[in-house]
C-alpha cells in the first residue's frame, strides 16, 4: 500500500504561480509512476504531468512550459511547479502513483485526497 499526501493549492490571480507537494510513504519502492492529475468541475480527471523511475517527464499539452514536475528522493516527495497560471487551471488537483508506466488515468493504483487549485481572472 502507498500512501500519498498533497500540500500546497490555494486560490492565486492569474499568472501567479503555486507550488504542489505530494509526500508519499508505504511501500514506495514498488513505485515506478508520479504525477499530478487535475478535475475541474463537470470534466473528466486529466493528466497534467508524469514522472517515471528513470526520471521521464510527460505533460499535458495545455500546460507544457508552464509547469515543472520534480522529485526528491531523499524526502520520497514529488512537486509540481506551476507559474503562469491561467483560469482554466482551476481544479481540483490529486497526486497519483502506480508501479506501472504508460497507463490510463482510470486505473492509477494510488491517490492522495486532492487539493484545490483556483485561478481568479
Known amino acids: 500500500q502507498v500512501h500519498l499526501v498533497e500540500s500546497g493549492g490555494g486560490l492565486v490571480q492569474a499568472g501567479g504561480s503555486l507550488r504542489l507537494s505530494c509526500a508519499a510513504s508505504?511501500?514506495?519502492?514498488?513505485?515506478?509512476?508520479m504525477g499530478w492529475y487535475r478535475q475541474a468541475p463537470g470534466k473528466q480527471r486529466e493528466m497534467v504531468a508524469e514522472i517515471t523511475s528513470g526520471d521521464m517527464t510527460y505533460y499535458a499539452n495545455s500546460v507544457k512550459g508552464r509547469f515543472t514536475i520534480s522529485r526528491d528522493n531523499a524526502k520520497n516527495t514529488v512537486y509540481l511547479q506551476m507559474n503562469s497560471l491561467k483560469s482554466e487551471d482551476t481544479a481540483v488537483y490529486y497526486c497519483a502513483a502506480d508501479p506501472r508506466t504508460e497507463i490510463p488515468v482510470a486505473v492509477i493504483s494510488y491517490w492522495g485526497q486532492g487539493t484545490q487549485v483556483t485561478v481568479s481572472s
Open positions: 508505504g511501500n514506495i519502492f514498488s513505485i515506478n509512476l
